[in-house]
């Protein structure tokens, strides 16, 4: 059953429309990544996901009912704007937010014990007591103690910590260094694969790529492209081929020659140090042409489609709309 369902969703502050007619599903086990320039209405999206506001109009639904605050229990919501309470110790913080998400003392005893050795926060506890978190709530650290990215790891762990069947994340790895935005990132995958619903909003257009399998893009309220990550960038193809050449073995003059071409792009180096020459293929000059063109001036060392990335069709389409 679709986990959460948005049906031609909008909402109005004064004068201002920050979502327009948003319509989307996100199901069970799936990764659903928010895109959208500053302003665009991701979080005002996101809030109303979590029931935190109300939608002015349209319908959303949880599990096939219509959303209500009681589905809160049933979701994990990390803002952007992180909200932990600073002179509290970590372990009451993790305690409390369990227990108000219906779980048990035990319950949540067992959970922060698992998560404290998966997210490799066992140093933050100053004790070396081995009786168990009860005994050493009270001397563990605070929150006002930790690092940004520790604290950072932190609202993480509360906004997990009850196992929601949706988990709503506005820029999650935001703060994060490389080694613990990859934690996060694969906790996140894990998380899926158990069934968990996720959505997320990011500007880190590599996570998009690498991790959703739906994508929303919103400019100005309203949705520009909706639908499976790769079918989007597909959707954007344009004809263009990239064609690289050996550079030991290449025809003096064929670069030269080619970047007069008509159907050039354009030119760059790869990571290999071969110049990659982009060309505009359609019936008049198909792709085997480009092969043909290739072939006689050396050896072919790369050839393939370009399909837009999608922090290209990120740029082009907002780009695009805001100059209309």
Not at 182 to 189: A, E, F, Q
Request: with cysteine.
């Amino acid at each position: 059953m679709t986990i959460l369902e948005l049906d031609s969703v909008s909402k109005t502050y004064g004068s201002q429309v920050v979502s327009k007619e948003i319509s989307m599903r996100i199901e069970p086990g799936t990764i659903h990544g928010l895109l959208g320039p500053n302003g665009a209405g991701k979080t005002t999206l996101l809030r109303m996901m979590a029931t935190i506001t109300k939608p002015d109009s349209g319908h959303i639904c949880f599990l096939g009912e219509p959303l209500v605050d009681v589905h809160a229990h049933q979701m994990g919501y990390m803002p952007e704007e992180r909200g932990l309470y600073k002179r509290m110790s970590v372990v009451d913080q993790l305690l409390f937010f369990a227990e108000i998400r219906g779980l048990s003392r035990s319950e949540a005893q067992g959970e922060i014990r698992q998560w404290m050795h998966r997210l490799q926060m066992t140093d933050w506890i100053n004790s070396s007591s081995t009786q168990g978190i009860k005994n050493r709530v009270k001397q563990s650290k605070k929150l006002e103690e930790l690092s940004k990215g520790m604290a950072q790891k932190l609202q993480f762990l509360c906004t997990i910590i009850h196992k929601p069947k949706l988990l709503i994340l506005d820029e999650p790895f935001s703060g994060f260094d490389p080694v613990n935005a990859d934690l996060i990132r694969d906790i996140i995958l894990d998380l899926k694969n158990q069934g968990t619903a996720v959505v997320f909003s990011t500007h880190r257009m590599d996570n998009i790529e690498s991790l959703c399998d739906d994508i929303t893009l919103i400019n100005q309220g309203a949705p520009l492209f909706q639908g499976k990550t790769m079918e989007v960038r597909r959707s954007q193809f344009a004809g263009h081929y990239d064609l690289a050449i050996d550079e030991d073995q290449v025809e003096p003059e064929a670069p030269q020659r080619w970047l007069q071409h008509s159907r050039l792009v354009r030119a760059f180096k790869n990571p290999e140090g071969n110049w990659v020459h982009r060309f505009q293929c359609d019936a008049e000059f198909s792709s085997q042409h480009l092969l043909k063109l290739g072939s006689e001036a050396g050896r072919i060392v790369h050839f393939a489609e370009h399909i837009p990335s999608i922090h290209d069709i990120f740029v082009q389409s907002v780009q695009s709309q805001n100059h209309e």
